[in-house]
């Protein structure tokens, strides 16, 4: 069993039309990988080290072991790319298409499978159902795909709350939470979040629950989270634009995901058409995910099941919320076995 400090990481910088500083990172352990590529995509506002959090096993390190080649894609939603106002449009046609492309460049591969979570899931489904990744034969993905389902006090968030604030700001930054905000609507926002969610003291936490949909906390259930993994998310989370928030409210009242900007190579909406791939979709999410209902998936799955039945998979783990199935003290014991196993299917 290796653990990353025997790990080394390769950068990778790609090539995206419009130039936005995209990369993959490529992750070697001590021995030559002897299974394929694995590509993992983050959500939105944090970074790839998400996949890397202080856990005593991660998901990264478990794959090395298993003997993939794994790849992590930086893509324009994270907060080491410079602040910029991306859709889920411009991730599944500028970033994703190039990054499935590089790794089986890089390679050698015939397919590639790929873990994705929250908006890396959702921008990578619509790359995927518009046929712009044929080269992937296997998605694991997280908390939310085709279908975003919130609870009605997010949704209300979403329609009457978070766009004005961030038209007003342009975007919305959980980091106001522990550095401080750089004006009184984000420093009154910021307040709010605080005084609201006494229970907790990581600004971060808070300010993220605010943003991310409805609950105490949002994106984690804190029995999932060790102290040091709660503290340790207060360095990744970062800004997250207005023209998310304004597509994912779009999404979310038309229950499935649409397009927003017109690009040819994207339908308008993604459930009218059967979807343009091959691969086989897990879909995976914790029973109480506070970002995106459990709904959302078995929508989603029932979806795909509709239109190939017998082939997909789902799975939800009582307990868990958003994004502690990767970095919950346990998810090494409780979700790497479910996520390695369905890789391992399509081997
Ligand atoms: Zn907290």
Redo the contacts with the bound molecule.
């Keep these: 069993m290796t653990t990353a400090a025997a790990h080394t990481d390769e950068l990778i910088a790609l090539d995206v039309a419009d130039g936005v500083p995209c990369n993959l990172i490529r992750v070697r352990g001590p021995k030559e990988p002897t299974k394929g590529p694995v590509l993992l995509v983050h959500g939105v506002g944090v970074r790839t080290e998400i996949w890397r959090p202080p856990t005593p096993r991660t998901l990264i390190e478990a794959l090395v072991d298993e003997g993939y080649d794994v790849f992590m894609e930086t893509w324009r939603a994270s907060m080491d790319v410079p602040n910029n106002t991306w859709t889920l449009d411009q991730g599944a046609v500028l970033d994703h298409p190039v990054a499935v492309k590089k790794v089986v460049e890089l390679t050698g591969a015939d397919s590639i499978q790929a873990i994705t979570h929250c908006q890396g899931s959702t921008s990578f489904m619509m790359a995927a159902c518009a046929g712009l990744v044929p080269e992937v034969r296997t998605v694991v993905a997280s908390a939310v795909s085709l279908h975003p389902v919130v609870t009605k006090v997010a949704k209300l968030k979403l329609d009457y709350i978070v766009p004005p604030v961030s038209r007003l700001l342009g975007y919305l930054d959980p980091r106001w939470g522990e550095r401080g905000a750089p004006w009184l609507l984000p420093k009154a926002l910021t307040a709010y979040c605080k005084l609201s ?1 006494r ?4 600004g971060v ?2 300010v993220s ?1 605010f943003m991310f949909g409805a609950g105490n ?1 949002t994106l984690w259930t ?1 029995e999932q ?1 060790s102290p040091a993994t ?1 503290e340790w ?1 207060k360095g990744e989370f970062g800004p997250a634009p207005l023209t998310f928030f304004k597509q994912i409210a779009q999404c979310v009242r038309a229950g499935h995901l649409v397009s927003v900007e017109g690009r040819p190579e994207l339908p308008e909406s993604f459930v009218a058409q059967a979807p343009l791939t091959d691969a086989r979709f897990s879909f995976i999410t914790g029973g109480r995910n506070n970002c995106f209902l459990p709904e959302s998936q078995m929508r989603t799955f029932e979806w795909f099941e509709k239109h190939d039945p017998g082939r997909h998979t789902m799975h939800i783990v009582p307990g868990y919320g958003h994004l502690d199935v990767f970095v919950g003290e346990h998810a090494g014991r409780d979700w790497h076995p479910i996520i390695l196993g369905e890789l391992a299917r399509d081997a």
């Design positions: 969610r229970a907790c003291d990581n936490c808070k629950s906390p804190h989270l709660h998310t």
